[in-house]
């Protein structure tokens, strides 16, 4: 059996670009001599050599001061097994741990290796951004249980290659928020007078493996949002999905063994297709790919052919309604589309190993994506609906072994209000992740099912000089986790105006004791501007929609967030944060 798992998303960098291509990116590294660099040489170590199952690493990292969020990646042996993001820090110093499972790496921590750990980062004073970090990884790991037995692990894990850039001369790039973009035909209608108030090249991307010339696998996307992005009074103290803890994406290769066990040379190619011309993407997605391979045990060479390979794919595009119209603005004024894709592709072959004989492996997978947005011309109000779902099926000898469904829903609404004064930015975000799978090194949890969704909703106000007055935001989050052997976890959370932490909920049988943590019984619709945030996420009817701020205008070199400004009447940390 082989998989490959993946690293795929696209970042909006700050101080340096990811090397990229417009439709794919090479996946041998590249020199990072200009980024903040930890590299520890392990080979004494027990840490590498211990007959143990590893369960978790765990990353704590203070900062104090301003600084933007920066992406970081860990590697064991040159091949990434952590993709992250720091938080952004205040003047009063802030710390933040992450947790991550690494049983799956356990043939890398076997034996004597290396591990580094990067993480861009720029200190510059005249920048105001004097954010630095100081990163603690530590480890835990224990013998296997009856209850907790050890999972299947994979004999080898070959490393694919991974790239990144060294330009040190752009501080903005758009492609985070890359399920914004819009079709290059509609881009006229929404910024006659190319301003750049909207990002073309269409909201849909598909992580594509090939190996030669045949397609192996897709992927779609998990829109991620970063501590910094949209309204940053969203992200204290709780993160994004994703932020701290990026996906991977596996996909099932084992059909292709035949066609790898030749002991001749094959290339393995990563693109990202997007909706621009010849299906290219703005730039700045950042790639990383390994396989797991298991071996078979008699010592045999494998052999055997690919019997089939079909794949189907449409990506169209077309005028919509508006999926809703707040008041005070007519629904002739808006520009609404719709943009719907799917993906089909099966490969089946014949496998004849000297265990197991002569047995037909087969992958299938079936997905659907669709991303309908409204939009004022000049970003005064703009709204994306997106969904993106689909099942991953491996079969081997007529018997399912895998079955991985995921469904990605999105909904993103924001609206900017302009008076002589300022501008105020109102936004709501539902965002999901919703996965059922039966990991293919994990049998022993069997199938595992993981339900979060994350609903948002705040403001954040701007005087004319394009610096942010102040902010307000609400987040709250529920967490379900459930295992075949009836093992649960569930976790609300529920944070306002930054430094609130409302509710924090835990129970399931996964806990010793399912004690509620309740920090606030406050209602917070007593308040009238939470209230209405709440309720409509809508201006008032005494202000007027003039020449506003789009997602991407909130999140460039313009907006600068500072001041110690409170809305009156709620408590409000001051938001110091520099451009993004």
Known sequence: MAHISTYSHAKRSRGRIPYGTSRSEKTNQLPSSDLCQFVRQASKRELFTAKRVWTH??????????????LGMLYLNDIEVWRTSTAEPSKQGIIWTVTRDMSKYTPLLSRPGSFSLDIGNIVDQSLRLTGNFEVTLSAKFYPPTPNFP?????????NMGHGLGNNMTSFLTFPQFWYTNVPDEYKPKLDPQNRGDVTGKGPFREVQVWIDNLLAGVAYPLPVIYTGGIL?????PIAAIGAFDSPTYVIDISPFIPLLSD??????TLFVQGQGENGSINPDWIFSASVFASLDPSGARTTGK???????????????????????????????FVTHSFR???????????TGGSQVFKTEQDMTFINQQSWLPGGAYQSVVMTSQGRLNSNRGGRTEKIDDFRFPLNLTLTSVASPSKTTIVGHLNHQYDRTTNLPFCSGLGQIKIETTQDSVGQLVINPQGRAISGIGMTKQHFNYQNAKGGTYTRDVQIYNSTKIIRDEESGTLLPVSKPKVFSESSLTENPLAASLLSTGTPSANTHLANGVSLTATSDGKTHLDGDDSIPGVPSRTLHHHAH
């Open 306 to 336: 690919i019997l089939t390979h079909s794949t189907d794919s449409k990506t169209t595009v077309g005028a919509a309604s508006a999926a809703s119209t707040p008041p005070k603005i007519d629904p002739k004024d808006l520009v609404s």
């Open 150 to 158: 050890a999972t299947k692990k994979a004999d080898k894990i070959i």
């Open 263 to 268: 002991s001749k040379a094959h290339n393995f």
């Open 232 to 236: 940053l009074s969203w992200w204290r």
């Open 344 to 354: 089909y592709l099966s490969i089946s072959s014949t496998v004849v190993t000297g």
């Open 57 to 70: 690493w765990q990353l704590g990292i203070p900062s104090i001061g301003t600084q933007y969020d920066r």
